[in-house]
C-alpha cells in the first residue's frame, strides 16, 4: 500500500462545488515528483538564496522549485505571483533562449512576472539580488493582510 500524499499534494482533482484549493496548486503527480527531485540537487547560487528567501524579505513567503505543468519554477511568490529564475551559464547556449522565451510566455498568461537573475550575480550581490526582488514584490502589491503585522499570537494570548 503507497502513503498518501501529503499537504494536499497529489493527481485527485477536488470534487465539484468544494475543496481541493486553488487550481494552480493542482498539478500532475509527475510534475510534484520532479519539483520535489529538483529540490534535492540546487545550484549553489539557488541554496543560497533559497537560505535568504526563507528570511521572508519584505513578510513574502516563497516557494521553491514550483511546479506549473509543464515547468518547474526556481522560486515563486505566490501572494504577488513572481517567479525568480536563477539563470547559469547554460541559459545564454544553443536553444535556451528560445526555450527561456517560451516559458516566460507561458508563466505570463497564468499571471504571473518572471524575474531573472544571473547566477553570477547572485553569488556576487546577494544584498542587491534581494533588493530588487523586494521592489518587483512591492510593484505587484503590498502583503497579505495577515504578514503586515507580524505573525499571529500564541493560543491564550492578545494583541497588545
Known sequence: MSNPPRN????????PGGGGGP???QQPIKQIKRARALRKRMSLAEVLLWRELQQRPSGRKF???FP???YTLDFTCLSVRLT???DG???DRGDRPQRDEARDQFVTEYGFEMLRLPAVEVL???DGCIRGIVAACAERGPPPPS?????????GEDRE
Open 147 to 155: 504578514l503586515r503585522d507580524g505573525p499571529p499570537p500564541r493560543a
Open 8 to 15: 494536499g499534494e497529489g493527481d485527485r482533482r477536488a470534487k
Open 124 to 126: 556576487r550581490n546577494m
Open 89 to 91: 551559464e547554460a541559459h
Open 63 to 65: 516557494r521553491k522549485q
Open 68 to 70: 506549473l505543468a509543464p
Open 23 to 25: 487550481s494552480i496548486l
Open 84 to 86: 525568480i529564475e536563477v
